[in-house]
């Protein structure tokens, strides 16, 4: 009886909302904060990555422009704003500023389709497997998201790598 009463104790302590004000509930909002920006950021980077992919090669609109767009949506999703255009990207001194992607330097373009789709397929392999060891440390919401998006970009390595080969 003491057991299932030390067990409730601790499920109710580890459920949502049930933290108080302080203690390892900031700690962990903040965890998770940090977690979102860097999504956001990172989600914003791999966008950039299908842009400059599209633009050197517009006869890979049709496969890759479907995937940029769900790219564009995990960036929106986890915070990201795109910035107005001839204005900053980063917020000028407000409360919160809007995450923006990682290195200022635009993705260069690769030399042919093949390694378009290469690079692509390891970028979003290396974003879903960071996201996956990332969701570990997350609670409850903030780590099913990154795990939805985790997931998504699982499936989008297999339709850069399988999608269009013949067999």
Known sequence: ???????AALLAACSPGSGGDGGAGDGSSAAAERARERAARDSAALRERYDAAI???PALAGRLAPLRSEVDRHARAFGWTAPESGKPAKGAGGAKS??????????????TEKDALAGLAAAERALADRRTEDLLDLPGEPARLLASVAAAGAAHVYLLTENGNAK
């Open 55 to 57: 633009a050197a090669f």
């Open 1 to 7: 009886m003491l057991v299932s009463a030390v067990g």
């Open 98 to 111: 809007t995450p923006t992607p990682t290195g200022s330097a635009a993705p260069s373009a690769p030399a």
